[in-house]
């Protein structure tokens, strides 16, 4: 699986901003798709994870009730929706896939993009 993240950019707090992962090969709509981000200075932190069916998600505390994950497997597609941005939501966010259940530990990952920054401003 090859996979490629875009849409980030630059919004003012309180704004939205909805990240888009494009993937290749067969194995995408069986996979678990995760969202995670890196701040400049600190350790990668998972975000949202959708499993293969879209039937269940799972956020990170920080983000729950803001960001909505959510996949079209007829588009090998996977977005993250994000309203009511923060500050301290600015990093590079990181699509990812894996061979398996929903996982918060981005050590269990086959598949990394590109990221995309994201960047709040106060």
């Known amino acids: 699986v090859q996979l490629q993240a875009f849409g980030g950019g630059l919004v003012q707090a309180g704004g939205s901003l909805r990240l888009s992962c494009a993937a290749s090969?067969?194995?995408?709509?069986?996979?678990?798709m995760g969202w995670f981000r890196q701040a400049l200075g600190k350790e990668r932190e998972f975000v949202a994870a959708i499993v293969w069916s879209g039937a269940v998600t799972n956020y990170a505390d920080s983000v729950k009730g803001r960001f909505t994950i959510s996949r079209d497997n007829a588009k090998n597609t996977v977005s993250l929706q994000m309203n009511s941005l923060k500050p301290e939501d600015t990093a590079v966010y990181y699509c990812?896939?894996?061979?398996?259940?929903?996982?918060?530990?981005?050590?269990?990952?086959?598949?990394w993009g590109k990221g995309t920054q994201v960047t709040v401003s106060s």
């Open positions: 990812a896939a894996r061979r398996g259940p929903l996982s918060q530990m981005d050590q269990l990952y086959d598949y």
């Open positions: 090969g067969r194995t995408f709509s069986s996979s678990t």
